[in-house]
């Protein structure tokens, strides 16, 4: 496996309109001979296959949800950026840049986040025309927040509710383009399997989620923007559903895994209360513009928030890092609350909460002000709390919330595998090891509407493609491969239930492989999750048959892959001898606990390669250069 990152010569800022004037094209009339295959109608996805059928291709999309505006994307709060200097607060294309390569920790490759940066502009441009409903200033300019890692503001919001509104737009304009009949929308079908006819990627095995049918899809391409694997946690702030069924199939079919290892950790969450949670809440790193977070200077102090006074309070981010203060970067201010709970300052129930206190706040713009900014936000906080944020502080602890590993892709965002192309949170690329807010809905926006309607043309024009029926080999062997899985989970008729190796596979997870990772505990992990597999595929129940609805073999198929893929995290983990970004290798650390990265060895992409079922998987790295933003040691201080 070779991972040529197809990256265009000459200067950053010229890179992106070179490649676009050197890329080959299809010709408007040749385009409508084309279909591609369209995996997952979120922002990413729905972004893609608009776009795609507006330029003539024939697109088959697929969703597991009933619609493509239930995809996760919709959960989406706090806002999307984009480097429009609207405030003229000093904002450009490449600040946005130089601030994403830098929350990256120096883990992304340059060309990708530059061109990233400069599409930016261009999606608050598209989504207006849409419709989508920005806030805007009293003079109609449209309104901008703050978000963690950025001394300006360049954040793009609808209320508490951007990913919603956003989803709208691209959803209107698939809408459009289904109506037009050049998008043919296959919703509550659940992608099993990729079909590799010639080394290429040409087409995938679904399941029929009504009625279990096995059926396959042909196309000239196929995308996959099929979201982030956060739920490998059990816990995490992602919608139930969220999976990594389609990589990681389309892993062992010979794509390869780029960082598997790099997940987020977000500080501002509604702590875990019992043992009964299927899922955590997000509260929007929006809420850091105005929040300040603090915890009792004294251990074990049981007071009320109310009762501890001023000079007994520890802002600690504002303390620690004061150039950024409560809008330090989220791997940072997650770990930062980790230590002050570790240090017995945390406050409600065990212990494990920081307060995000809106009390200075409210004094200085009225609660009519905040209100307006975050009530949905509040709201959700009291239906869940029984606690009211406008009287008390909140109580927040980090918890998983967003993948930066992915399916390894080049420039053109397609994977090793010929024809297969990666977008959104399904990919590898773009934020390194930390991920900074507000920047995956312009990632997935920028892959979807202005990167992949271009890459996928130059692949199209490049490749000799011949035509394959269902009938063909593979596609057959595809089919009977999957129907030989699902036969054989139905078949396993055990007693645990899948829901519980989930958890338990998630503890292990979030105890070995989370905010803080070390060389013994990911050992742990290493030994207890294969013995967890087994009993998994000896001893789970699965209800119910193949031929119907039937939620239970759903599920058990998404944990069946999930105890897989944790393997390649913890081992992805463990080779990564740094601490760097959301990967915090507690070996690896500065005398003040900040991340330590060893840029001599480790500056570098890991992508690996699936090798069968009885071998290891092999490591490649593709190294990265920094040319433009230079290396240097992170300080938000
Ligand atoms: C609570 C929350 C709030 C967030 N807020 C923000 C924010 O304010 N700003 C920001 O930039 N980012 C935010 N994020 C991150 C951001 O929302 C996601 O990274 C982004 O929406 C992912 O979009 P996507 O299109 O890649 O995937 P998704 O929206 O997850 O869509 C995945 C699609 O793939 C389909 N799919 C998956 N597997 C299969 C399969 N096997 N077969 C068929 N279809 C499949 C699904 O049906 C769905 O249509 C937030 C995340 C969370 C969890």
Request: aromatic share 8%; net charge neutral.
């Amino acid at each position: 496996m070779e991972l040529r990152s197809n990256v265009p010569d000459g200067p950053i800022d010229t890179k992106w309109t070179r490649h676009r004037f050197e890329m080959k094209l299809v010709n408007p009339a040749n385009k409508r001979k084309y279909t591609v295959i369209v995996v997952g109608t979120g922002l990413a996805g729905g972004a893609a296959a608009a776009s795609m059928a507006e330029l003539g291709y024939n697109v088959k999309a697929f969703c597991y949800q009933d619609s493509p505006r239930r995809a996760h994307s919709i959960a989406a709060q706090g806002g999307i950026n984009a480097a429009k200097n609207y405030q003229n607060d000093g904002d450009s294309v490449w600040r946005l840049f130089y601030d994403t390569i830098k929350g990256g920790d120096f883990r992304a490759r340059e060309a990708n986040v530059y061109r990233l940066a400069e599409l930016s502009v261009n999606i608050i441009d598209q989504c207006v025309a849409q419709g989508v409903p920005f806030a805007r200033e009293y003079g109609g300019v449209l309104a901008n927040r703050s978000f963690g890692g950025a001394q300006v503001s360049r954040t793009f919001y609808a209320r508490g509710q951007t990913g919603q509104q956003l989803l709208l737009g691209a959803y209107q304009a698939m809408e459009r383009q289904i109506g037009l009949g050049k998008i043919t929308m296959h919703a509550r079908h659940e992608m099993q399997d990729l079909i590799v006819v010639d080394g290429r990627a040409r087409g995938i095995v679904v399941r029929d989620m009504v009625t279990g049918e096995i059926e396959s899809h042909l196309g000239d391409a196929v995308v996959l923007a099929t979201g982030g694997y956060g739920n490998v946690f059990y816990l995490s702030t992602n919608a139930t559903g969220c999976n990594a069924t389609a990589i990681w199939r389309a892993y062992k079919r010979g794509a390869a895994f780029g960082n598997p290892c790099y997940t987020q950790i977000h500080p501002t969450c509604i702590p875990v209360s019992g043992d009964h949670q299927a899922k955590l809440t997000l509260m929007s790193e929006s809420l850091r513009n105005d929040g300040r977070i603090w915890v009792p200077k004294q251990k074990g102090d049981t007071r009320t928030a109310s009762e501890i006074p001023e000079h007994q309070r520890d802002y600690y981010l504002e303390r620690k890092y004061p150039s950024f203060g409560n809008l330090s970067p989220r791997d940072i201010s997650s770990r930062a609350a980790k230590e002050v709970c570790d240090e017995g300052r945390g406050v409600g129930p065990g212990g494990l909460g920081v307060y995000l206190d809106f009390a200075d706040a409210i004094k200085r713009l009225g609660e009519a002000a905040i209100r307006e900014r975050y009530g949905n936000l509040f709201d959700m906080y009291e239906r869940i709390t029984d606690e009211n944020p406008y009287r008390v502080p909140m109580r927040i602890f980090p918890a998983v919330h967003y993948t930066m590993g992915g399916l390894w892709v080049d420039y053109n965002l397609m994977a090793t595998l010929p024809g297969l192309h990666v977008i959104g949170e399904a990919n590898f690329s773009d934020h390194g090891a930390n991920r900074l807010g507000a920047s995956a809905l312009m990632q997935g926006l920028a892959d979807g509407y202005f990167v992949i309607p271009y890459t996928i043309g130059a692949y199209l024009a490049g490749a000799k493609l011949e035509k394959i029926g269902a009938d063909h080999a593979e596609v057959k062997r595809t089919e009977i491969e999957v129907s030989g899985r699902i036969g054989r989970l139905l078949a396993i008729g055990g007693k645990r239930t899948t829901s519980s190796f989930h958890r338990e596979l998630g503890k292990l997870m979030w105890e070995h492989c989370g905010m803080a990772r070390n060389e013994r505990g990911l050992t742990v992990a290493l030994a207890e999750i294969p013995r967890l597999r087994e009993e998994f595929w000896t001893n789970a129940r699965v209800v119910g048959d193949g031929a119907e609805l039937n939620p239970s073999l759903e599920h058990a198929g998404r944990v069946a892959d999930f105890l897989e893929l944790a393997e390649l995290m913890c081992r992805d983990a463990l080779e990564r001898r740094e601490s760097c970004g959301g990967h915090f290798r507690e070996e690896y650390q500065t005398e003040d606990g900040e991340a330590l990265r060893d840029d001599r060895d480790f500056c570098h992409v890991a992508a690996w390669e699936h090798r069968g079922p009885n071998n290891d998987p092999l490591r490649h790295v593709e190294p990265l250069a920094f040319e433009n933003v230079h290396l240097a040691m992170r300080s938000y201080k």
